[in-house]
């Protein structure tokens, strides 16, 4: 079976596997063949509702046929809505909207970066961020100077300065990179790309005292841990993430916001926010009308009944995965929370996730021996057991 595919009218950046969507429904696709795959990727943590849910398609339907742009230039009432829920579901202060995950990232940076000139030391401007070794935050220049993973780096220097780089769960390595520079710490309560790590509540907890000692900006990236995949609404109000009465100065949160829909959203305590004046940022498409209802419709799906069932879920997952490892030495460890987990192996996991596609299973992986599990919120419990199997013969047998 070929591995992965290339497409002749498009850029080679992807390791495209050999398939080829039409139709998708509920925690299920189908290919151009008719072979129906059961989705436990959910397009990268995006269609957390399922493919084409019935709620976000009305909405988005009801909104393009009505206005679907008039510009950041003027106001929509999707747009205010959106604001206004996000923040009630959050903390206090203010919404900044995007398309991606990187694109509300880099709107936290410049927001920290306008932050530390605004509160010099000694006369001189604050503009380090602190990051983490094994993170990830995108693919412009800037947030990949803030990914603290070498090998995304490689042939796009000289990179934009002020990211040092510390290690999770290791305090000294983090004041070991603090200096009179240093005017803001990003990093994801569980870092995806890094391998499904877990920063942990100890860590959490200590990261914010220092940023309330030294006058620092708390950023927490969501981008992957949000909007309901760890079983709370972000990871934050979640007490098996972040402690009791945690809260970040910026949040940043885009991939499941719209089900499918590009929305991205930097929400920011209001003393902060306030520091970006107009012209200072953009963006042309940004909390565009149809993107602010899709992602209306997704936050009204999850209720706590909802996130209830994705804590159920996540629990059934894991504990079925670790039973496994009685019999099943190449599992390492079970790492995660809710549905989003990491299955860490004893050897490479990309022909674990092509033999899963044989068989009509989505799994992914990364950091080269992570099988990465991120499926929907609608996956019944037959589909999970159905999945599992499938799963667990690959992992043996590979």
């Known amino acids: 079976m070929k591995i992965f595919v290339e497409t002749p009218y498009l850029f080679n950046t992807y390791r495209r596997q050999p398939v080829t969507f039409v139709k998708g429904k509920g925690a299920c696709l189908w290919d151009d063949k008719g072979k129906k795959y059961l989705d436990f990727f959910s ?4 269609c957390g509702l399922g493919h084409s849910d019935p709620v976000v398609a009305q909405a988005v339907s009801s909104q393009v046929k009505q206005l679907a742009h008039t510009s950041n230039i003027y106001s929509t009432k999707p747009q205010q809505l959106l604001a206004k829920e996000l923040i009630k579901k959050t903390f206090p202060g203010k919404v900044f909207f995007s398309n991606s995950g990187a694109e509300a990232n880099e709107c936290a940076i410049k927001l920290a970066r306008r932050y530390g000139h605004t509160t010099p030391v000694q006369g ?12 990830f935050h995108g693919r412009t220049l800037g947030t990949l100077s803030a990914t603290g993973q070498e090998k995304f780096h490689q042939g796009f220097g000289p990179l934009p300065v002020g990211f040092p780089t510390a290690e999770i769960g290791d305090i000294p390595s983090v004041l070991k990179c603090l200096n009179n520079r240093t005017c803001a710490i990003l990093l994801e309560s569980i870092q995806g790309e890094g391998g499904i790590n877990p920063v942990g509540i100890g860590f959490l907890k200590q990261i914010k005292k220092i940023c309330q000692a030294h006058k620092l900006l708390l950023i927490l990236d969501e981008i992957q841990t949000g909007v309901g995949r760890t079983g709370t609404l972000f990871s934050f109000q979640n007490s098996a993430v972040a402690p009791a009465g945690f809260a970040p100065d910026i949040l940043t949160t885009a991939k499941g916001l719209g089900n499918g829909i590009p929305v991205a959203a930097t929400i920011a305590k209001a003393s902060v926010a ?5 012209g200072d940022h953009g963006s042309t498409f940004g909390g565009g009308p149809v993107a602010c209802q899709a992602a209306l419709a997704v936050l009204q799906a999850l209720s706590s009944k909802k996130l209830a069932r994705i804590r159920v879920l996540g629990k059934l997952f894991q504990k079925e995965i670790m039973s496994w490892q009685k019999e099943m030495p190449e599992i390492q460890c079970v790492r995660g929370q809710g549905l989003m987990i990491g299955i860490d192996l004893n050897k490479p996991g990309k022909e674990v996730v092509s033999a899963c596609l044989k068989d009509g299973l989505l799994v992914n992986c990364t950091a080269e021996t992570v099988v990465r599990l991120l499926p929907p919120y609608c996956l019944t419990d037959q589909q999970v057991k159905s999945g599992l199997k499938i799963l667990k013969k690959n992992i043996s047998s590979k």
């Open 274 to 278: 306030d520091l970006m004046q107009p």
């Open 43 to 46: 397009g990268l943590a995006v």
């Open 124 to 135: 001189k401007p604050r503009y380090e961020i602190i990051t983490f070794k094994n993170s």
